[in-house]
């Protein structure tokens, strides 16, 4: 009989594991992402991005070979500390590009046609037809400025030919095939390219690099007229800065999805009537949380048994 092997899932996550096979020798043990993990000779670990997973994490699980993050993004695992120890860790990419796009256009329409303050005037207010009711910014011959063209960055840019936008991105690296396929002009400065946006949309991963990159400085870079609208991470914003800047009309509008310290998100992002709020549903639709499981899973499965992982992050240094 093959020696069983003990791995850690979020309890969370239960309602996807009819999406995938068990084989027999895997015993799962179930720990949700506010109870501390367990201590014991577990191989595998699969938490929730809420979880933060550094080295301290071999104190409990000191047979731990693979942790298989169900997030793209994994600025809550020390990826250098574990890989260093030996442990691969993984993270989900590619499945969840096009649901996250799709809820970054809908922040963009929801802050530039104010739909959350007209959805609150139809249901509770008393309206009638008028031409200057709830007037909005068009988005026909306007600029997105994509920060970070990966592959959420660059779903979101394709999105915007219909609209009739013009398409620039800042990133580190030029990208030829978003430039090809979507005639995006890569801008060389974040000055330059938040001074050109109407819609700023963030799409970088957070990083001792990213966090804060959006300061008041950044922000008074962006003309009175333009949005914000971040999909990433919450602590690349400043977010005492972008309150700031809205409540003095410096920004039109702001539409987030993320939040730095989330889930609390600060009181005056709540009472401001410019800004969408969305609570981190980037990747919330049925057939992604679902990809996401089987990719994770896949990866928990191979890291288990030593083999190569079908996403695996490599460290940076
Ligand atoms: C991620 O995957 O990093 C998102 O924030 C959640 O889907």
Known sequence: MAETKRVVVAAELRPFIDAVERPDDVQIEWVSASEPLPEGGHVGLLPLLSREVDESVLERLP??????????????IDVEALTARGVAVSNTPDVLTEATADLTWTLILAVTRRVHEAEELARHGDWAWEPTLLLGMGLGGRTLVVLGAGR???????????????VCYWDRARKPEFEAEVGARRV???AEALTL?????????LS???????GAEQLGWLGPDAVLINTARGGIVDEDALCDALESGRLRGAGLD???????????????????????IGSATEETRREMFRLAWTNL????????????IEPTS
């Open 197 to 205: 946006a109407d819609v700023a949309s963030i799409h970088l991963q």
């Open 208 to 214: 001792p690099e990213t966090a804060g990159l959006i």
């Open 152 to 166: 959420i960055g660059q779903a979101v840019g394709r999105r915007a030919l219909p609209f009739g936008m013009d």
């Open 63 to 76: 047979d731990l070979k693979v942790v298989a993050n169900y997030a793209v993004g994994y600025d809550n």
């Open 258 to 280: 993320v939040y730095d310290g989330e889930p609390r998100i600060r009181g005056c992002l709540k009472r401001l009537s410019s800004v969408v709020l969305l609570p981190h």
């Open 188 to 190: 060389e400065s974040l």
């Open 301 to 312: 499965m191979k890291g288990i048994r030593g083999q190569p992982l079908v996403t695996p």
